[in-house]
């Protein structure tokens, strides 16, 4: 059974920083691009960033471009996203999502982790 | 390239036939697919090159375009299709963009 379970998230203060967790299971992990997926409270999806299978490439949206990073660890089946300088934007629930290539369809999503920036 | 999907919400009955409508700011080819997202739920693939249905999607649905102007279509709506679907282009990133949503009510 294919499984992504987030983890990490947490309340911090604007300016903090965070990182999150994604454990893969019951799929090659390393044969997927991994992406990572916002949704505020309420609102609409917003697509945060992705990395390549073999992690050599990565792309992120230009509201956290230079403050989150992306990662991988195909040994331990393991995405993960540091998050840098947060504001209280980026307040929202955080997916994981699986695709056979970067620019394919999100074949299956975690349940998310919630990120919330406050004072 | 943004995506708008119209009607923003949608109020329909079980039975009905429902149209959504995701138009491309440029041509992206049959880039696009369709998810469902239920309240509390991840978001749920369920259609990709404009009109490729995911495994085990019920027929009902269907999607078509290409170009600039896609469809989503539920010819016989089900208690269970009452969710918010979004369209999402994959032709360039960054960014990979998804339309603002549109959300189906019971009527």
């Known amino acids: 059974e294919v499984q992504v379970v987030e983890s990490g998230g947490v309340v911090v203060q604007p300016g903090g920083s965070l990182r999150l967790s994604c454990a893969a299971s019951?799929?090659?992990?390393?044969?997927?691009?991994m992406h990572w997926v916002r949704q505020p409270p309420g609102k609409g999806l917003e697509w945060v960033s992705l990395?390549?299978?073999?992690?050599?490439?990565?792309s992120y949206s230009d509201s956290v471009k230079g403050r989150f990073t992306i990662s991988r660890d195909n040994d331990k089946n393991s995405l993960f996203l540091q998050m840098n300088g947060l504001r209280i934007e980026d307040t929202a629930l955080y997916y994981c999502?699986?695709?056979?290539?970067?620019?394919?369809?999100?074949?299956?999503w975690g349940q998310g982790t919630l990120v919330t920036v406050s004072t | 390239i943004q995506l708008t999907q119209s009607p923003s919400s949608l109020s329909a009955s079980v039975g009905d036939r429902v149209t959504i409508t995701c138009r491309a700011s440029?041509?992206?080819?049959?880039?696009l697919a369709w998810y469902q997202q239920k309240p509390g739920q991840a978001p749920k693939l369920l259609i990709y090159a404009a009109s490729t249905f995911q495994s085990g999607v019920p027929s009902r649905f269907s999607g078509s375009g290409s170009g600039t102007n896609f469809t989503l279509t539920i010819s016989s709506l089900q208690p269970e299709d009452f969710a918010t679907y979004y369209c999402?282009?994959?032709?360039?990133?960054?960014?990979?963009?998804f339309g603002q949503g549109t959300r189906l009510e019971i009527k």
């Open positions: 019951g799929f090659t992990f390393d044969e997927y691009s």
């Open positions: 440029q041509v992206i080819s049959s880039y």
């Open positions: 990395i390549s299978w073999h992690g050599e490439e990565t």
């Open positions: 999502a699986k695709s056979t290539g970067n620019l394919e369809p999100f074949d299956f």
């Open positions: 999402q282009q994959l032709n360039t990133y960054p960014p990979i963009t």
